[in-house]
């Protein structure tokens, strides 16, 4: 089985190109489970899927999280396999990629530059608290899509300097608050200048902090847009994997586009020899 490992901004990916390979669609769960571990396998944040479109795109995207959960959609992903198919002739430089939450367009600025525009927001509770072990954090929650990708913005002062162990444990205790039904990617924020954030994000599926995230920064920006604390243009967005890039378009109290522009690394190209792999696709239960 042929696979590239890319990354966006330091969120890394494995794509197969089920176009050629024909695996049954039962075992990417497994699949991305084994790939995914650091040490034991090739390791990476998640698996990406290339598939026959069905919604009228150029290609569909599979996308499963490193737990082997289904993700409605993630941007630094769609970022990776809009490059991924452009460079093996399945689309243009402008690209439309079905996903499981509706329909992305991708476009290609340079060799490495990549913009997409992310599913449109579909809710957005600027309000919306959380309790947590009897404190009281500011909180707004975004769906992005059609099921919705959910994500909780929540403010953290000195967010650099926080402490590592403590911050993931709030962020998992949010991620599974009992008011967020489908759980959430939690997206911790500072304000660091004009139009400048700096973002760190607790990811449902990988359960633990990520070097970046696609749609929690489009998300984050999005509430930052409508309380006016940023211009929605090219607002930079840090992050420890780098800097993205993120435009809100701001009709009256909504946001009507979102769009968000990043660089993308192919890491390697190669074939997957994994043994565990190999038993794992081929027990029955899969």
Same mark, same amino acid.
């Given at each position: 089985?042929?696979?590239?490992?890319?990354?966006?901004?330091?969120?890394?990916?494995?794509?197969?190109?089920?176009?050629?390979?024909?695996?049954?669609?039962?075992?990417?769960?497994?699949?991305?489970?084994?790939?995914?571990?650091?040490?034991?396998?090739?390791g990476?944040?998640?698996?990406?899927?290339?598939?026959?479109?069905?919604?009228?795109?150029?290609?569909?995207?599979?996308?499963?999280?490193?737990d082997?959960?289904?993700?409605?959609?993630?941007?630094?992903?769609?970022?990776?396999?809009?490059?991924y198919?452009?460079?093996?002739?399945?689309?243009?430089?402008?690209?439309?990629?079905?996903?499981?939450?509706?329909?992305?367009?991708?476009q290609?600025?340079?060799?490495?530059?990549?913009?997409?525009?992310?599913?449109?927001?579909?809710?957005?509770?600027?309000?919306?608290?959380?309790? #947590?072990?009897?404190?009281?954090?500011?909180?707004?929650?975004?769906?992005l899509?059609?099921?919705?990708?959910?994500?909780?913005?929540?403010?953290?002062?000195?967010?650099?300097?926080?402490?590592?162990?403590?911050?993931?444990?709030?962020?998992?205790?949010?991620?599974?608050?009992?008011?967020?039904?489908?759980?959430?990617?939690?997206?911790?924020?500072?304000?660091?200048?004009?139009?400048?954030?700096?973002?760190?994000?607790?990811?449902?599926?990988?359960?633990?902090?990520?070097?970046?995230?696609?749609?929690?920064?489009?998300?984050? #920006?999005?509430v930052?847009?409508?309380?006016?604390?940023?211009?929605?243009?090219?607002?930079?967005?840090?992050?420890?994997?780098?800097?993205?890039?993120?435009?809100?378009?701001?009709?009256?109290?909504?946001?009507?586009?979102?769009?968000?522009?990043?660089?993308?690394?192919?890491?390697?190209?190669?074939?997957?020899?994994?043994?565990?792999?190999?038993?794992?696709?081929?027990?029955?239960?899969?």
């Amino acid at each position: 089985m042929k696979f590239w490992k890319m990354n966006g901004a330091g969120n890394d990916f494995l794509i197969v190109n089920n176009l050629e390979e024909h695996l049954p669609v039962s075992c990417f769960p497994q699949m991305a489970r084994t790939l995914c571990q650091r040490h034991l396998s090739i390791g990476a944040d998640g698996l990406m899927v290339v598939e026959a479109p069905t919604a009228g795109g150029d290609y569909k995207m599979l996308f499963y999280n490193s737990d082997g959960s289904i993700g409605e959609m993630c941007g630094n992903g769609a970022r990776c396999i809009c490059r991924y198919g452009c460079e093996n002739g399945l689309a243009g430089d402008t690209q439309t990629v079905e996903t499981t939450a509706g329909i992305v367009t991708g476009q290609r600025i340079d060799s490495r530059l990549y913009r997409i525009r992310l599913n449109d927001p579909t809710t957005v509770v600027l309000d919306h608290p959380v309790e #947590v072990d009897g404190v009281r954090y500011a909180c707004s929650y975004v769906e992005l899509g059609d099921p919705g990708l959910p994500h909780a913005v929540v403010p953290y002062h000195d967010l650099k300097n926080a402490d590592e162990n403590e911050l993931r444990e709030l962020g998992r205790k949010i991620r599974h608050h009992a008011s967020f039904p489908k759980g959430a990617n939690v997206n911790f924020y500072e304000i660091t200048g004009e139009d400048e954030i700096y973002e760190r994000t607790f990811e449902r599926g990988v359960e633990d902090f990520t070097y970046a995230c696609g749609t929690g920064t489009g998300s984050v #920006v999005a509430v930052l847009t409508l309380t006016g604390k940023v211009s929605g243009q090219k607002v930079r967005v840090n992050m420890q994997g780098g800097q993205l890039l993120i435009d809100a378009e701001r009709v009256y109290s909504h946001i009507a586009s979102l769009y968000l522009t990043g660089p993308t690394n192919i890491v390697c190209k190669g074939e997957v020899t994994d043994e565990d792999l190999s038993c794992a696709i081929n027990t029955p239960s899969v």
